[in-house]
């Protein structure tokens, strides 16, 4: 079945060092692909996407290219803040599973000042 | 911007008790959804709902759970009779049909405690 896998957490960097969060997914089809954020306590929000190959999803510094040759959609952003320290998922779905979201197991990131 | 709410922000009750999590997708939305994360885990489908009936369901969503929209702008996750286990983040979400990207549009969640 349809599946997402991110790298395993927590990944440390300290402030201003450069992002990249791994994403691969194996579907069927042509999936749209997320990115979500949950900061600490809150709920998850929505942080970019990409509909197609080769689209870029772009958002507050932080962006993803959906990568169909080697199914990836990995998370970059090139100085992160200690405000960035959430937990952010990849997701995706499709249209044939009535846009149920598949996610990856998350990864927590951790920003030091 | 439209967003979806979704009412208690935190609800404890008593294991074997009945709960009703609540929420109101945005309004021309058609496709509606509930998932749960188990703190520290991953977020989990439960059930997707469309047409006034369940369109897909996870091994989850079992007999104690239902799901309603009983006056075409509340959507409802009924817990018949709560066990421990049922303890987590409870998200609500709408999509709207015919886009390419329907997904979103999340609510902030329930926190629901079994005690």
């Known amino acids: 079945g349809d599946s997402v896998t991110q790298m395993e957490g927590p990944v440390t960097l300290s402030e201003e060092a450069f992002l990249t969060i791994n994403c691969t997914y194996t579907?069927?089809?042509?999936?749209?692909l997320f990115w979500y954020v949950q900061y600490p306590g809150e709920g998850l929000q929505l942080l970019l996407k990409?509909?197609?190959a080769d689209d870029k999803g772009s958002n507050k510094g932080f962006e993803a290219t959906y990568r169909k040759e080697t199914t990836s959609f990995h998370l970059e952003k090139g100085s992160v803040q200690v405000s960035d320290s959430a937990v952010y998922f990849c997701?995706?779905?499709?249209?044939?599973?009535?846009?149920?979201?598949?996610w990856g197991a998350g990864t927590k990131l951790i920003i030091k000042p | 911007e439209p967003e979806v709410t979704q009412t208690p922000s935190h609800q404890v009750t008593q294991m074997g008790q009945e709960v009703i999590l609540r929420c109101v997708p945005i309004?021309?939305?058609?496709?509606f959804y509930w998932y749960r994360q188990i703190l520290g885990q991953k977020v989990e489908f439960l059930v997707s709902?469309?047409?006034?009936?369940?369109?897909?369901k996870s091994e989850i969503f079992d007999d104690q759970f239902s799901v309603e929209r009983p006056d075409g702008s509340n959507f409802t996750l009924k817990i018949r009779s709560t066990k421990l286990e049922d303890s987590a983040m409870y998200f609500c979400?709408?999509?709207?049909?015919?886009?390419?990207?329907?997904?979103?549009?999340f609510g902030p969640g329930t926190r629901l405690t079994v005690t």
């Open positions: 997701a995706l779905t499709k249209r044939d599973s009535n846009y149920q979201l598949i």
């Open positions: 579907a069927t089809g042509y999936p749209s």
């Open positions: 979400a709408s999509s709207e049909e015919g886009q390419g990207i329907t997904s979103g549009y």
């Open positions: 709902f469309y047409n006034n009936e369940i369109s897909e």
């Open positions: 990409a509909t197609k």
């Open positions: 309004s021309n939305h058609l496709y």
